[in-house]
């Protein structure tokens, strides 16, 4: 992993560690695919992405979106700017992290980094 990668998701990296019970760089590897993120967290209308933007997500909910959002940055942008990439997953995951600890203005903090055609333009290929 590259140390950019390390400044920019201390939060992530620890929290990443914590959920496998694990501390070495190992356990930095996504066990999630992109996809699979994708699919679970912020497919459709009623999503979980959509239930935290709008406010009606359940505390498990923002728990899980903390999960999939460090899944995502550990994930390499399969196309695109890695250092934006970097940027724009460790913004969202950052947000969730504010979500789930109920600091104030995470709403919209959320709402700014969890722009789904921002990041598609640049990183989802076609
Ligand atoms: C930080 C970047 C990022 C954000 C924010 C993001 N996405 Fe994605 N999304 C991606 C990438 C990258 C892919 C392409 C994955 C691939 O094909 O490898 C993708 C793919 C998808 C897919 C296709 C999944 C599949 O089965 O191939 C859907 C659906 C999707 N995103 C929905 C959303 C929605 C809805 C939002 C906003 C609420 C959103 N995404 C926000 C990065 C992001």
């Given at each position: 992993m590259k140390p950019t990668l390390l400044a920019l998701l201390p939060a992530a990296v620890v929290a990443a560690a914590t959920f496998t019970g694990c501390s070495t760089f190992s356990s930095t590897k996504p066990s999630m695919s992109i996809e699979d993120i994708m699919n679970e967290g912020f497919k459709g209308k009623?999503?979980?992405?959509a239930r935290i933007g709008d406010n009606t997500a359940s505390q498990a909910d923002k728990m899980r979106m903390v999960y999939l959002t460090q899944q995502l940055a550990l994930n390499?942008?399969?196309?695109?700017?890695?250092?934006?990439?970097?940027?724009?997953t460790a913004k969202l995951n950052r947000a969730a992290i504010a979500i789930q600890d109920k600091l104030?203005?995470?709403l919209e903090v959320w709402r700014a980094?969890?722009?789904?055609?921002?990041?598609?333009?640049?990183h989802k290929p076609d």
């Open positions: 009623g999503s979980m992405a390499k942008a399969p196309k695109g700017d890695a250092a934006d990439w970097e940027l724009k104030p203005d995470s980094a969890v722009d789904c055609k921002a990041c598609h333009s640049v």
